[in-house]
């Protein structure tokens, strides 16, 4: 086989964010751009010689394309085996399965995510290591200073690959394996979840469901798992075939994107379940009969739930939560006895402590859940949590949670987004509240009083590495927060982000709206983060 050594110059941009990287598909398409960007990863790692990648993305726009490419690339690096989901279909957590499964080195997944997909909008690619979960910033950083370095990458010079037919073949003695993108992830879900339990619900009709898989990633995997193997109803899962455009919508599982679900589920007739998971299958959004279950609550119901689910009835090492999200899990914690980490938002930071059996269960407020069973969020693993402890307890979503708020309190929440801001007045934003920080201590707002006003920065406590600017903190004595950050994920200017948290242990107070239980902390973080003065707008683009 041929090998060309190509000539190319270095792209200043390739740093990956929270997640990867992510950019309109107009640069992916810029000459050398992924190529450069996979050389780079490829030039980071210690060697990749001999050893197995496992490949396959969520099916947007340019999936197809970009694999040839980075197939090209992996076998010229020295790759002897590449797993490829079939039609180049992966959802996050099977990536991250199948790594751990065949003691891959690797993984690339095509994703940007739940940002939109299509000719004129987002790509992403990101690099997993061994354990299955996304690289360490150590790697990412890495790579991005390679990427400035540049000057040529490797091609094998071989025919384009047929990546729809599951075949295992070779190109010289390079193994390349094309997967069901479905089989080992379904098979390692039997082993979670108690697959009958649910069955029998299901077939009883105790639990009737709704799947929205938001025409992306998750339609074939939820088809198989709800549909085939536990018996819903054909037409559970709804917009189940994957799109590269994701049908012209965007792949978010949540109340503004997922709106054909949440209308479902607050209105007469609804299943007695719904969920939504979205463009790579690793976000999940819970839902019962009229009620949504936020992210943080959600983590925190499983915490105090696990004993029910065959996989962790034997005890939970521990849990964490990025530190945007709710204090809620903390309760759950404390009450059970159980370690409580606050990390980074971003998936990565998790990856230490579930390595280190430090932690079982972890989460994120924007909907994503996970537990050791792979280094990613996992939407489906989420959804077939929740299927199995209604099937054993025997009670609806909105039972399960308020017995929860009753036990432990309810941290009413919310997060407004603000997208696309200009770049330069998010960041005079910032140098603000950074001013503001050490102005505020023991301040009092109304019937708050500031007990603490920081920048986050994370100590990692497994190697040790400090990760700095990690959001602003303003908390109350009350046990109420405000924190802003700044987006990782997003392509066009910057995304403000204002997670707003309120805890209330009065049972009362637990039927109210969050945006109108709220409304006092809403304003309060206007008054410290300027941003519809700054920028004139009168509200957020998005509010989950
Ligand atoms: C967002 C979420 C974060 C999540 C990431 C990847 O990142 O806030 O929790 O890990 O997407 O799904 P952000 O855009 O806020 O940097
Ligand atoms: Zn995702």
Request: charge should be negative; hydrophobic fraction near 40%; include cysteine.
């Amino acid at each position: 086989m041929n090998i060309k050594t190509i000539t190319s110059t270095p792209y200043n941009d390739q740093k990956p964010g929270t997640s990867g990287l992510r950019k309109k598909v107009a640069i992916f398409k810029k000459p050398h751009y992924l190529a450069n960007f996979v050389q780079s990863v490829f030039d980071s790692l210690d060697n990749c010689h001999g050893k197995s990648l496992v490949l396959g993305g969520d099916g947007r726009y340019y999936n197809r394309d970009a694999l040839q490419i980075i197939i090209k690339i992996a076998i010229a690096n020295g790759f002897k085996e590449l797993i490829i989901g079939q039609g180049g279909l992966l959802s996050t957590p099977a990536v991250s399965h199948l790594i751990r499964l065949n003691k891959a080195y690797g993984g690339l997944v095509l994703s940007a995510s739940h940002n939109p997909g299509g000719e004129t909008e987002d790509f992403g690619i990101k690099y997993n290591i061994d354990n299955g979960g996304p690289a360490p910033e150590k790697l990412t950083d890495a790579i991005f200073n390679r990427s400035l370095e540049i000057t040529n990458y490797k091609l094998a010079e071989i025919e384009t690959i047929d990546l729809d037919t599951q075949a295992q073949f070779k190109i010289e003695d390079v193994n390349i394996r094309i997967v069901d993108s479905v089989t080992d992830y379904a098979q390692l879900m039997t082993n979670l979840f108690d697959f009958e339990l649910i069955k029998h619900a299901i077939n009883s009709g105790t639990i009737t469901l709704c799947f929205d898989a938001m025409h992306a990633i998750t339609g074939p995997y939820a088809k198989r798992i709800f549909e085939q193997m536990l018996g819903a109803s054909e037409g559970s899962v709804i917009n189940g075939i994957p799109l590269e455009d994701f049908g012209g919508g965007h792949p978010d599982p949540n109340l503004v994107h997922a709106k054909e679900l949440a209308t479902l589920m607050f209105n007469d007739g609804a299943p007695v379940f719904a969920a939504a998971s979205d463009g790579d299958g690793d976000r999940n959004m819970i839902l019962g009969d009229n009620i949504f279950v936020t992210p943080s609550d959600s983590l925190a119901i499983m915490a105090a739930n696990a004993q029910h689910i065959p996989a962790y009835a034997d005890g939970i090492s521990g849990v964490a939560r990025s530190m945007p999200t709710s204090q809620a899990v903390d309760r759950v914690a404390k009450a059970y006895n159980l370690p409580c980490f606050e990390t980074p938002t971003g998936w990565k930071f998790f990856g230490n402590l579930l390595d280190s059996d430090k932690i079982t269960l972890c989460g994120e407020e924007s909907f994503g859940s996970s537990s050791n069973h792979v280094r990613e969020k996992d939407g489906l693993w989420a959804v077939l949590f929740w299927l199995n402890l209604i099937a054993k307890r025997k009670q609806s979503v909105m039972e399960i949670v308020h017995e929860h708020w009753k036990e432990f309190g309810r941290d009413i929440y919310s997060r407004h987004d603000y997208e696309a801001v200009d770049s330069e007045i998010a960041n005079k934003i910032f140098d603000h509240l950074r001013e503001l920080l050490p102005t505020l201590s023991d301040k009092i707002f109304g019937d708050y009083v500031v007990s603490y006003a920081d920048e986050f920065s994370y100590k990692d406590p497994v190697d040790q590495s400090i990760s700095e600017q990690q959001g602003i903190r303003i908390g109350f004595e009350n046990g109420s927060r405000i924190v802003f950050r700044l987006s990782g994920t997003g392509t066009v200017g910057a995304t403000l982000r204002i997670y707003l948290e309120k805890f209330s242990k009065d049972s009362n107070a637990h039927q109210q709206e969050p945006q109108q239980a709220l409304a006092d902390l809403i304003d309060l973080a206007e008054q410290f983060c300027e941003i519809k003065q700054r920028t004139g707008r009168t509200e957020a683009t998005v509010i989950t």
